[in-house]
């Protein structure tokens, strides 16, 4: 079974899918993502090498039922058979796994966050010879807050004031998130400017430095590690005398994972080119590229 084997609806009739993190938080996640979705099958699954999990059935990190799938200790091995991939790992590990898939010329879709610019720059790269679907968040609720938080932007203006708030477990590494900061990107697009001019995700210190009055167009981020808290984001809005605010909750992993098999099938049959789940939900605007 390869990308190209598919049924007149663009969707393969039978979707192999490699798990590439299987032990992590997310896998348990994706394993029952791909059981609810007719035609789609677990094909190879892979973990970190120095994991005690290597070697063992994919089902066993998370306790669920014998999947008579191996866990690898590379991503090459794992997407032997696999019709696309679904990489949940750490950004350390990116550039190992876009390796893998290009050389078998294997669609992808990367949820891993707190990347690099240099490994974002191997993303864009590795996107000229496969397909690639690389979003922060893979929920459908996140990528509609996404475009509501652009037409908000455009809408109101600098005289609102831009602040996002996030909060994660306590064991989540990268701050702000990968979602808070693609929130950001949204909101700077429909302003008409860069993130990185007008971004403020630090205030601390006594007056000046990085305190004082607000700057005029800046766009805050304020972070809450703790907990097990799954992952909250909320775009506030500040204007004199109001505020708008556009908040989504997830209370379980099932809705990013869902959405990662959902990128999946239609990744699989895809030209290659660097997409977003805007794309996938059809969200995007034409030419506009992934996020």
């Not at 008579?68 to 058979?81: C, G, H, L, P």
């Not at 475009?147 to 708030?165: N, R």
């Amino acid at each position: 079974m390869t990308a190209t084997d598919a049924t007149v609806t663009g969707v393969p009739a039978e979707l192999r899918i490699a798990i590439l993190g299987v032990s992590g938080r997310m896998g348990g996640a994706l394993l029952a993502a791909i059981d609810e979705v007719p035609g789609a099958i677990l094909s190879g699954a892979s973990a970190s090498a120095q994991s005690r999990w290597v070697g063992q059935d994919a089902g066993a990190p998370s306790g669920g039922k014998p999947r008579q799938v191996a866990i690898a200790a590379d991503a090459a091995t794992a997407i032997r058979n696999a019709g696309v991939a679904i990489d949940f790992t750490l950004a350390e590990a990116t550039p190992a796994n876009l390796s893998a898939c290009v050389a078998a010329r294997c669609p992808m879709v990367i949820g891993t966050t707190g990347l690099s610019a240099a490994v974002r720059a191997e993303i864009d790269a590795a996107a000229r010879h496969i397909a690639i679907v690389s979003s922060p968040n893979m929920s459908l609720g996140v990528n509609l807050l996404l475009s509501l938080t652009q037409l908000a932007a455009a809408t109101l203006g600098d005289d609102y004031d831009i602040e996002i708030f996030e909060a994660h477990h306590r064991n989540k590494k990268d701050a702000p998130s990968g979602t808070a900061l693609a929130l950001g990107r949204a909101a700077a697009e429909g302003r008409q400017v860069s993130l990185d001019d007008v971004a403020d995700t630090a205030r601390h210190g006594p007056s000046g430095g990085n305190t004082g009055a607000r700057r005029r167009g800046a766009i805050g981020f304020s972070v809450f590690r703790g907990g097990d808290v799954v992952g909250d984001h909320t775009v506030t809005f500040a204007g004199v005398g109001e505020r708008i605010e556009l908040t989504h909750r997830a209370s379980d992993r099932m809705a990013f994972a869902r959405g990662a098999v959902q990128a999946a099938r239609w990744v699989a049959t895809r030209r290659p080119g660097l997409y977003s789940m805007q794309d996938v939900l059809g969200l995007n605007q034409p030419g506009k590229p992934a996020t």
